[in-house]
């Protein structure tokens, strides 16, 4: 499967960055993990490896990611 970079792809989507890869993550935890207790283990872990501010960056765009299915819910 092809990058989607410039030099692979017609298609120039940006699947080979550190952002999408973050977007990707996000969708991830809010779909692998449902209790807060989960979610809190798999920050620790995170916080563990990648270090505090990618933990905190994480944990805020859950969130975000959170609060944004919670409106289109109601």
Known sequence: MPCHCV???DTQEKTY???HRHECE???VMRR???KEQIKAY???IEKV???EAMQRLRK???VEFMKNRKEEI
Do not use: K
């Open 7 to 9: 030099d692979c792809s």
């Open 43 to 45: 920050l620790e872990g």
């Open 33 to 35: 993990f449902g209790t």
């Open 17 to 19: 960055t550190d952002e």
């Open 26 to 28: 996000v969708r991830e």
């Open 61 to 63: 765009d859950l969130l």
């Open 50 to 52: 990648r270090g505090f």
